[in-house]
């Protein structure tokens, strides 16, 4: 079965007209904006009754759900799979930004369009190939461009953390466009409910935080976290979508000398659950494993500076509002982060 990553995000907020050369006031759905090329019924063939599909409606590539990336099966187990260095939203971003102008007015219905592609071990797309046409030659190639042209992912790694190649493939569905809404699975029993395995920890040490700069670039940085929760300990992940106020996060002061950036991974990547305990009575991400973080720290100073920060968490089920302040400290070109006042 293939591991599929459906590359969510927050909409585009594109006017479909000024690209395919429509007109109206509103969206009215994908079935009527078929309309706007009336180029052929893409569901009968020509001179026949006989239904054709599958087709793509060219609407469909305003749609974050439409792009979809799968690992190829066959990779051995228990491996941690590739991950793109700016997060899903940062991904999508990117293919619609430099796919989306290419679908001009007049394209017609379109095939589903695949590109195979092996990231190596440096995180990079090799072995670029178009598998699937889309049945628009200029459109293949700008598809198969595109994915040549990937920033950079974090490599897969084996089960000794050692980094691989992972196989890929890159499609667009129609699914994206007006089909249905994936639903998040309903827990049976809420985490608040779960049994402990330890209680004492889970209450008098639910947690150790740990944290290290890596070098990367010139004036680079990736800020890697690890949090190892204990006793059945659990928390709020930063992907969690609704306004959780204890959810997972990480702050650096206001300052002239260093940013962190908004995009970060998490590994393993949390995934949304219903959890109708009253606390929460919704959608959740709840992050109950060992987790590591990773977010891109740039430096814009070149003299001695001290910068602080910290991480903030409600851990559960103890319920409290953990803040871990840290130092960023330069030194003679030197930066360093500890743990400061704990």
């Not at 095939?111 to 049945?135: Q, R, Y």
Request: glycine content about 10%; aromatic content about 8%.
């Amino acid at each position: 079965m293939k591991v599929a990553m459906f590359i969510g995000g927050a909409t585009l907020a594109l006017v479909a007209g000024a690209i395919l050369g429509t007109s109206g006031t509103g969206h009215e759905g994908c079935v009527s904006q078929a309309a706007v090329v009336p180029l052929f019924d893409p569901m009968v063939l020509i001179g026949g009754g006989a239904v054709q599909e599958p087709w793509l409606d060219p609407m469909v590539f305003f749609s974050d759900k439409a792009y979809v990336i799968d690992a190829v099966p066959g990779t051995e187990a228990g491996i941690a799979h590739a991950a793109f260095a700016g997060g899903r939203d940062s991904l999508v971003s990117y293919l619609k930004h430099n796919i989306l102008p290419h679908v001009r007015p007049g394209i017609g219905w379109l095939k589903p369009p695949v590109v195979g592609s092996t990231l190596n071990e440096d995180g990079h797309a090799t072995a670029v190939a178009l598998t699937s046409t889309s049945g628009n030659a200029a459109l293949d190639a700008r598809l198969v461009r595109v994915v040549e042209k990937m920033p950079h992912w974090n490599p897969a790694r084996d089960a000794d953390g050692k980094a691989i190649r992972e196989s890929f493939e890159f499609s667009v569905v129609q699914a994206g466009c007006g089909g249905p809404q994936q639903t998040p699975p309903t827990l049976k029993v809420s985490m608040y409910d779960v049994p402990l395995t330890d209680r004492n920890a889970a209450l008098e040490h639910p947690y150790d935080i740990g944290f290290r700069l890596e070098k990367t670039g010139a004036d680079t940085y990736t800020l890697i976290t690890t949090m190892e929760l204990h006793g059945g300990s659990f928390y709020v992940s930063p992907h969690a979508r609704g306004d959780f106020k204890g959810k997972f996060r990480v702050e650096v002061a206001y300052n002239d000398h260093v940013s962190l950036a908004d995009d970060f991974i998490e590994d393993p990547r949390s995934t949304a659950v219903i959890d109708l305990h009253p606390f929460i009575e919704g959608e959740v991400n709840w992050v109950n494993v060992d987790t590591r973080y990773e977010h891109r720290l740039t430096i814009s100073s070149t003299d001695d500076f001290e910068v602080g920060g910290k991480y903030l968490f409600v851990i559960e089920p103890k319920c409290t509002l953990e803040q871990v302040p840290f130092l960023i400290r330069q030194r003679s070109g030197v930066l360093t982060i500890e743990k400061w006042k704990c």
